[in-house]
Each structure stands twice: as structure tokens, then as C-alpha cells.
């Protein structure tokens, strides 16, 4: 089994600065892509920010320049640091991983999620 457990979630200030942590465990083989989505509510989810396994990035319009995604490939762990947050970006916030378990296919996990809340 793979667990993905997101860490990070919190209500800051229009303006102010969140890190989130997305740490996988379990029997992991491999880990390809890691990324990080977002659903606000009433909206669809939506892709903030992706990173490879030799960390070429890919992000969001709406959150370049603000948002960088890394990884530590030791610790199976990806995170997402937040800059001048808006209340636009209030969202549950999403990690997932795609793994080569070491019993099992190829196949993407999803955190539990965690909440940022932004306000003005």
C-alpha cells in the first residue's frame, strides 16, 4: 500500500506565505511525477503545479511566479511553497504521486488533502 499525507494547510493574511509538505510511504518502488492540485468550492479541481522525477516543474498561470513545487526524492516527499497568497487561492489542496509500488501497476495516489484559507 501508498499513503500520501499532506501537511502544511492553514488560514494566513492576503499577502502571506504557506509550505506544504506531501510525504509518500509505504511499498514504493519508484516515483515519477508528484503534483499538487486544488478545488475551491462550487469549482472543478484544478492543476497548481507538477514536478518530474529529474524535477523539470510545470505550474498553473495563475500561480507562476508565486508558487514553487520541489521535491526530495531521499524522503519520497514533494512541497509547495506559497507566495503572496490571495484569497483566490483559498482552496482544499491536493497532492499526488504516480508510483511504481513494489507489488502492483503503475499508478497515480491522491492525498487525503489539507486546507488553505486566504484571507482579505
Known amino acids: 500500500q501508498v499513503q500520501l499525507v499532506e501537511s502544511g494547510g492553514g488560514l494566513v493574511q492576503a499577502g502571506g506565505s504557506l509550505r506544504l509538505s506531501c510525504a509518500a510511504s509505504g511499498s514504493i518502488f519508484s516515483i515519477n511525477t508528484m503534483g499538487w492540485y486544488r478545488q475551491a468550492p462550487g469549482k472543478e479541481r484544478e492543476l497548481v503545479a507538477t514536478?518530474?522525477?529529474?524535477?523539470?516543474?510545470d505550474y498553473a498561470n495563475s500561480v507562476k511566479g508565486r508558487f514553487t513545487i520541489s521535491r526530495d526524492n531521499a524522503k519520497n516527499t514533494a512541497y509547495l511553497q506559497m507566495n503572496s497568497l490571495t484569497p483566490e487561492d483559498t482552496a482544499v489542496y491536493y497532492c499526488?504521486?504516480?508510483?511504481?509500488?513494489?507489488?502492483?501497476?503503475?499508478?497515480?495516489?491522491w492525498g487525503q488533502g489539507t486546507q488553505v484559507t486566504v484571507s482579505s
Open positions: 514536478i518530474t522525477s529529474v524535477l523539470s516543474t
Open positions: 499526488t504521486a504516480n508510483v511504481w509500488p513494489n507489488m502492483g501497476e503503475l499508478r497515480d495516489y
